[in-house]
């Protein structure tokens, strides 16, 4: 019924609106044609800045990177093997690197000019990479802030999911290699979140321990914190349900001074404390982040970590107010995901989908999402160190190179098919390159 009428409307529109779009999409095009719209659109998307929704700016050796580690043992895709000669490109593009390949003695030349970076401990290295890319803003997932990076530039991402472990996590590490190497790691951010409250242990009740909970929130985003991120997908289902505060006090006070919890209690509380954290979020007016996407390490769960896991919660009217930020595309759940946006507070972004697939596959899946909701999109880098040679500074390339040429293509195709103008070409590529990013961290431009 509603198209009817929006038909009926149309038809009584002035005939220079109806006639914005001159033809009726098409769906195909000469790739004669495309070729030569990209050709005038690459230019003009590569002066666009860039405003990078998530990366781990960083050097290799900082260990506040990100609140957990590498897993044992990680099969990478084929892109980001150290065998890519992409890296070798980026190398060259970024510092003049003067070899071919990675060998060890080539390799160390690298080395050795980010050591002297880090060694300076300024700022003006990471600002002049991000210089050299065209990327004006960068949100940096970190433990904490690192001095070398300029937070005019970089913005910090403060990691929330320790708050769910705050018991005796035997059980849970022992599940396997890989939980093995992350749980631990969460119990030292709570830890070090202990310590910034001057605290040693968990509080007594629950009541003390949410609040505990909420005032970490508040001091985080004083101190510069412009989202909160769960990396819980690595950890547990994305699936919470909603459990009543007595069930998670009554599991709080059983253990909270030690003893292990079952899998059910623990899942409980986690489900009840990081509701918490969302209803936080929502007051503070902090967007938060969830991993939702495929994961290194072998133990990943692909069905636990599906961004639809999320959907009881994202289309919770309690939580309108919440800005749900599902990073890295829900790869491969790319079509799900943009549907996920169809939510007014709900966005997505495409960060590590952007360096996994090649520009080809990055374009097929920027065009079905441009096509459904454009204001729901942004560019993430997800730059991260793999070695001591290829560094943050050689993915961030590999992801800004990647995202502005698919986004080119994509926007080429749909201008050849009729269905956009090169100028609204050229307005979506800002909105996915900078523009829905700076309008969700409300910034002053
Ligand atoms: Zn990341």
Known sequence: MKHLIHVALLATLPLTAACTAAAQAKPSASQAEVAKIYDRLLPQIDKIPIYDNHSH?????DSDMDAQAAPPDESSVLRLRD????????????????YDDFSPEHARWLIDKKKAAEASGNTAYWDSILDKLNIETCLANRVALASYLDPKRFHWVFFVDSFLFPFN????????????????????VLQRYEKQKSISGIPADLAAYESFVRQTVIDNQKKGGVAMKFEAAYFRSLYFSDPPREKAEAIYTKYHSGGVPS?????IFQDYIFRVLIDQ??????PVHFHSAVGIGDYFSLRNGN????ENVIRDPRYKNVAFVLIHGGYPYTLEMIWLTAAKNVYTDSSLVGYYVYPSELKNILKQWISLYPEK????SDAFPFNDAVGAEETFWLAARSARTAVAQALA??????????SKALELARMYLHDNASKLYGDKK
Not at 281 to 286: C, D
Not at 307 to 310: A, E, I, S, V, Y
Not at 377 to 380: A, K, L, T, V
Not at 414 to 422: G, K, R
């Open 263 to 267: 899998d059910d209690e623990y899942r």
């Open 169 to 188: 996590n035997r059980d849970v590490s022992s599940k396997n290699g890989d939980l093995g190497v992350y749980i631990p790691l969460q119990e030292k």
């Open 57 to 61: 700016a960083t050097f290799p050796d």
């Open 281 to 286: 979020a929502g007051k503070l007016n902090l």
């Open 83 to 98: 065998t890519n000669p992409e890296f070798v490109a980026a190398a060259k593009s970024l510092f003049d690197y003067p």
């Open 377 to 380: 999109i942004m560019f993430g």
């Open 307 to 310: 961004p639809l896991n999320l």
């Open 413 to 422: 195709e749909l201008v050849s098919e009729n269905a956009i103008t090169e």
